[in-house]
């Protein structure tokens, strides 16, 4: 009987609708086999920008590091948890969804934190980097047996990271990465905006018949970390590899200044390095 009602137990983890999560837009509107369809779709936005970013961001990228390549692969994953949780709203979707998001932020947090703000026993990148990754499997782990864990985790990442990139906007002159930090708060706020009100004034959108907002803030968010991470990779760039001269540039056209932000490295670049 304990191994029945185990199985069943697991069997209900991934059934659907056993999250308790249950977004703004109407379930099973345009299917029977996806609750939340346009959350879903809109999901799949991440299989657009990412490879875009990973090809824009390839020459910084092998200059610098290869693992930097991570954070867009890993973004490719959010997009398909995220589809499988609104298609599904199971609780194993949502546990996805979410510890995908944290493994993202936690390579980001690796490969970019600024090696001269190291705690002083850590003197490597590597060091600091399998510390961080000890901090993200015991807390993947220990989400499996309370889901919160991973929040808590997920928002110390964030925002000393926040932190982080405002204090070194504070001393930058450059005009066009002022400019792309003021876009990419700008679009974070717009997204957020989406995500609260989508959560929590569902009542008032289902007066308007306009339900969609969560779905429109992934379409949001991929675009606002596009941003943030060139900004991010930026101000690596110029600390890590100065000699490579990095400037910022937008695709598909860099005097639209509208598009997808990438760095272009004018300088000489070398083929020993240390990162």
Same mark, same amino acid.
């Given at each position: ?193 989406? *995500? ?20 429109? *803030? ?58």
């Amino acid at each position: 009987m304990g191994g029945f009602y185990s199985s069943e137990k697991m069997a209900g983890v991934f059934s659907y609708e056993s999250s308790e999560l249950d977004w703004c837009e109407d379930n099973y509107k345009h299917s029977e086999h996806v609750v939340e369809y346009f959350n879903t779709m809109s999901s799949f936005f991440f299989f657009i920008i990412s490879p875009i970013m990973l090809y824009l961001l390839h020459p910084y990228a092998k200059e610098r590091n290869l693992a930097i390549h991570m954070v867009w692969i890993l973004m490719i994953f959010v997009g398909l948890f995220s589809a499988y949780f609104h298609m599904t709203l199971s609780f194993v979707g949502q546990m996805l969804d979410e510890l995908s998001i944290l493994w993202v932020l936690a390579v980001a947090y690796a490969v970019w934190f600024p090696r001269r703000l190291y705690p002083s026993f850590i003197k490597e990148r590597s060091t600091f980097s399998s510390l961080v990754l000890v901090v993200t499997v015991i807390s993947t782990l220990s989400s499996f047996v309370r889901p919160t864990a991973n929040a808590y985790v997920l928002n110390c990442f964030g925002l000393h990271m926040l932190y982080v990139v405002v204090a070194e906007m504070q001393c930058c002159t450059d005009q066009k990465a002022l400019r792309l930090g003021k876009l990419s708060v700008a679009l974070w706020v717009l997204a957020i905006s989406c *995500w609260i009100s989508d959560r929590f004034g569902c009542s008032f959108w289902q007066r308007l018949n306009f339900c969609y907002l969560h779905g429109i *803030w992934h379409i949001l968010i991929v675009i606002a970390v596009a941003y943030a991470s060139t900004l991010i990779a930026y101000l690596d760039a110029n600390y890590e590899i100065p000699y490579s001269l990095p400037g910022l540039q937008y695709w598909p056209c860099d005097k639209w200044a509208v598009g997808l932000p990438h760095i272009v490295l004018k300088g000489t670049t070398k083929t020993q390095k240390r990162c």
